[in-house]
């Protein structure tokens, strides 16, 4: 067999680069195309000089033309701060990109992923969620442009596997932390460690007893790996999530532990439709990709806190 030719949109982001990581260390090709809109060349600068490795500039809402055997799609900005800050182009990241990366499958018979969410389960009426719940998301919400972009891009994948038969794999991911996070994106754990870092108040939005369960990057790159190398008749949709569930207070008091930092814990409004509890049910991952994440949360924060301490330290 030849060498594996891998897209992966959204490469130079924070998910992404560490999938380029892994699938160069595997041996395969790399093209990683990005328009740098959350994302950054130091993310991949590690791989600049790797001849299996390219990096495009290009934003997937245009047709892109390239010859390849897998794509992985995860193009689109994930924390609300950025999704929020150009909600159309958001939508059109999520709906068109998803149509010209399928075009592109289609044209070059390519196997291709993509990277949904748990934000498509909304603020969920069933606890842990499981891919057979339909969701409970607001249509006309600041967070829809990210729910229902991901959500039209899933019914563009089974439409495009039930009528033109692509080889299709779709994975809900929950929060995921990990080193080369955006350290503004104002997602909770960067948001906690940069403060905790800083000195800065430690800011805990409503009650602080809404939950969420984080994976660390590493299992979740582990888990798409596993999901793209799975047989035709799984397409998923399949969650991939730690789900070992912690309040946000927790998380502020595990984050303060764990950096020795004296800042205090201070109440700022919930965000409208933030979710109040959020656990993926893993069962479908186990059966099908043998898959469970291995990194406790106490030991993916101590890698992403020496990440944002450098981070710093260097600014
Ligand atoms: P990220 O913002 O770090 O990465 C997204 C990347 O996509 C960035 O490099 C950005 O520049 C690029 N991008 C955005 N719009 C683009 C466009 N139109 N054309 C080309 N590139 C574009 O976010 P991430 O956390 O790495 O998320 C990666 C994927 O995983 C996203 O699709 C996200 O929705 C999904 N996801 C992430 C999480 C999480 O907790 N990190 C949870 C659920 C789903
Ligand atoms: N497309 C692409 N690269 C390709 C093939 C197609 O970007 O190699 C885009 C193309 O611009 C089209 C979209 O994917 O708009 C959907 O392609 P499809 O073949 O499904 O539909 P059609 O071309 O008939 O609109
Ligand atoms: N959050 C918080 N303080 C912050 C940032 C976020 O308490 O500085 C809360 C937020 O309200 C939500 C949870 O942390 O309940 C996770 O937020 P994030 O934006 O990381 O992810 P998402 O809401 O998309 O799961």
Not at 92 to 104: C, E, F, P, Q, R
Not at 156 to 171: E, G, M, N, S, T
Request: glycine share 8%; charged share 20%; hydrophobic share 35%.
């Amino acid at each position: 067999m030849h060498t594996q030719r891998i897209l992966v949109t959204g490469g130079a982001g924070f998910v992404g680069s560490h999938l380029c990581d892994r699938l160069l260390e595997s041996g395969a090709e790399v093209l990683c195309v990005d328009n740098y809109y959350t994302g950054s060349r130091l993310n991949v600068a590690q791989n600049l000089s790797n001849p299996r490795f390219e990096l495009l500039r290009h934003d997937v809402t245009m047709p892109l033309y390239v010859e390849v055997d897998q794509i992985y799609n995860l193009a689109c900005p994930a924390s609300p701060v950025h999704y929020q800050f150009d909600p159309v182009q958001t939508t059109k990241t999520s709906v068109h990109g998803a149509i010209n990366m399928l075009g592109l499958a289609k044209r070059v018979k390519a196997k291709i992923l993509q990277a949904s969410t748990s934000e498509v389960y909304g603020d969920p009426t069933i606890h842990p969620q499981v891919e057979s719940y339909w969701g409970n998301v607001n249509p006309i919400g600041i967070r829809s442009c990210y729910d229902e972009g991901k959500r039209c891009a899933e019914t563009l994948f089974f439409d495009y596997w039930r009528q033109h038969k692509l080889r299709i794999k779709v994975a809900r991911i929950f929060n995921t932390y990990g080193p080369r996070m955006h350290p503004n994106d104002g997602r909770v754990v960067s948001n906690f460690i940069v403060q905790a870092l800083k000195g800065e108040d430690i800011t805990l939005y409503g009650d602080g007893t809404q939950t969420r369960s984080f994976c660390y990057v590493d299992d979740l790159v582990d888990g798409l790996i596993r999901l793209m190398n799975t047989g035709d008749d799984v397409t998923g949709p399949i969650n991939l999530g730690n789900p070992v569930e912690f309040t946000m207070k927790q998380l502020a008091e595990l984050v303060l532990e764990l950096t020795g930092s004296k800042s205090a814990l201070v109440h700022r409004p919930l965000p409208s439709d933030d979710p109040r509890q959020r656990q993926p049910d893993i069962t479908l991952a186990k059966q099908h990709l043998d898959w469970t994440p291995t990194a406790p949360l106490k030991v993916g924060l101590m890698k992403t806190i020496e990440y944002f301490d450098g981070l710093l330290k260097a600014a």
